[in-house]
């Protein structure tokens, strides 16, 4: 029985990884088998993809150079981790994917969403996520939660123009592809935001609906 494929999209500072977290914890109560990978990276040559990218030495890298790059890490990812997975049933749950080069690559640094959509899809030839969780957020907020972690790296130091576009390309894709993407408002407290993600996922999959749940998605 093939798996679902996950993936979870959002500016900087969203607050992702708390929400990833509390899903796959959530899951793995269930019995569900879960694989967790994230981008840039997830295998050795995809992370070796992922610092040649976020070095902040970098700042000569041309964007289609960037797209490109961040399409090549994905390509590994997919084959050598995503699709083999998929294949032997798990759940895979990836933090970013596609999403993040069309909006990132595509519409921030005006590459173009049809652009990055076409050059992505030589890279997961086909293999789009059965649904995608987008913690939409106020790039003003995210960019400020993000700030008081840690060190901004070369992403992150970009202007918060920058940022807004990312919020308004999460927006604009998230009405492009509604069947896939499920946005859900990331300035609320955490357990709701984790409630509306785990009914999503009970609507769709069937996951969470009893305690057998693992037994009811197809
Ligand atoms: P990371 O430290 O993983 O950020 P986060 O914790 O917010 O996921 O750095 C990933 C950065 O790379 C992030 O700023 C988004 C960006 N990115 C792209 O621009 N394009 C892409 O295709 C991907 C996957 C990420």
């Not at 979870?8 to 269930?30: A, N, P």
């Not at 960019?143 to 840690?150: M, V």
């Not at 946005?183 to 609507?203: C, F, G, L, P």
């Amino acid at each position: 029985m093939r798996g679902r494929f996950i993936s979870i999209e959002g500016g900087d500072g969203s607050g992702k990884t708390t929400q990833i977290q509390l899903l796959i914890k959530k899951l793995e109560e269930e019995g569900i088998d879960i694989l967790f990978t994230r981008e840039p990276g997830g295998t050795v040559i995809s992370e070796k993809i992922r610092s040649l990218i976020l070095d902040p030495a970098h700042i000569e890298m041309k964007d289609m150079t960037e797209a490109l790059l961040y399409a090549s890490a994905r390509a590994q990812l997919v084959g050598e981790v995503i699709k083999p997975a998929i294949e032997e049933g798990k759940t895979v749950i990836c933090d970013r994917f596609v999403d993040s080069s069309v909006v990132y690559q595509g519409h921030a640094r005006e590459l173009g969403i049809e652009t990055i959509e076409d050059i992505n899809s030589y890279a997961i030839r086909g293999l789009y996520p059965d649904l995608t969780i987008l913690l939409d957020i106020d790039p003003d907020e995210g960019l400020h939660r993000k700030k008081s972690q840690k060190e901004l790296d070369r992403m992150e130091m970009q202007a918060l123009d920058f940022h807004k576009k990312v919020s308004e390309g999460y927006r604009l894709l998230a009405i492009r592809h509604a069947d896939r993407i499920f946005s859900v408002d990331a300035t609320q407290d955490i357990e709701t935001i984790h409630r509306s993600i785990m009914a999503e996922m009970k609507r769709r999959f069937g996951y969470g609906e009893n305690e057998n749940g693992a037994r009811h998605h197809s």
